[in-house]
């Protein structure tokens, strides 16, 4: 235990120091975790996290779980609506992303980050991947699971979810970013037998094309939290994954986080001016 909380005091103490309440401003309660779905103050702006399960996963092992004691919460709310195991698609089509869009509101920002679970199947027992790339391919596939079972989806590119969202998410006045995937505990040798983490998993590429394509910021974090990963080495890695090579523990969850905001920061996001 002492080992892994030294790892995570090594790159977080400093971020975490808190911020004294400016006089005059509005108290409000800070928010702490997310994962159980925090009340919003209406009167704030509300930054709001769409994912998978390495942002949440109801047990503070997502790095939204541990995104709003980060910021300044008397300015902002933080609201992590990342659901695990869900692709691109999966989160459109079981209503998830509805939901979210009858939350937010003109002024509020979005950060998209999809990708871990979109390379899975078409159809079949469990029909969450989609086409890889960022056209406007279709395939026809019957579903005999899930919410669409019983008929002939219509199934779309890794892209074409991803600017849905991010289009709907515009025409209510949100500020939209897409972020790079988190890291897996996965090492490779390089030519001189160092072993490397691997900084990509097939969908960074993608995610900043789209970024282009619907001119919004492309949040970063996947190198950060590489480099963090690399200079522990991967003994010291692999405590921080206990579960398997995607899903962290809370202080690797902790770290992500840290990574996610330092990258809104190398990309001169608007939501810098509400870090602590």
């Known amino acids: 235990m002492r080992r892994l909380i030294s790892i995570a005091t090594l790159f977080l ?26 009340a919003l103050n209406p009167a704030l702006p509300t930054v709001f996290i769409v994912g998978d399960s390495t942002a949440r996963n109801n047990a503070d092992l997502g790095w939204g779980d541990h995104f709003a004691p980060l910021f300044d919460t008397s300015r902002i709310n933080v609201a992590n609506r990342a659901i695990a195991g869900r692709s ?36 079949g ?37 991803m600017r849905k969202m991010i289009d709907e998410a515009k025409a209510k006045g949100v500020t939209p970013a897409v972020l790079s995937l988190t890291v897996r505990n996965i ?11 691997e900084r990509d998993m097939g969908y960074n590429a993608f995610i900043q094309q789209i970024a282009q394509q619907e001119h919004v910021l492309f949040i970063d974090m996947a190198p950060i939290a590489a480099d963090k990963f690399q200079a522990l080495g991967p003994e010291k890695t692999a405590l921080l994954f206990p579960k398997d090579h995607t899903h962290t523990s809370a202080e690797g969850a902790q770290m992500n986080a840290e990574s996610v905001a330092q990258a809104l920061r190398n990309a001169h996001s608007p939501l810098v001016a509400y870090l602590k």
């Open 187 to 197: 090492w490779k040798p390089d030519a001189n037998g160092t072993p490397q983490i």
């Open 88 to 123: 691109s698609r999966t989160y459109i089509n079981e209503g998830h992303w509805k939901s979210v869009l009858a939350e937010i509101k003109p002024g509020d920002y979005l950060l998209l980050q999809m990708g871990h679970n979109d390379g899975g199947d078409l159809g």
């Open 125 to 161: 027992a469990k029909p969450r991947g989609d086409l890889k790339g960022i056209g406007d391919e279709t395939q026809d596939v019957p579903q005999t699971t899930g919410p669409l079972a019983g008929t002939t989806e219509t199934v779309h590119t890794y892209g074409w979810y």
């Open 13 to 38: 103490a400093p971020a975490l120091t808190p911020v004294a309440q400016q006089p005059g401003a509005p108290i409000t309660p800070e928010q702490t975790a997310v994962h159980t779905d925090a």
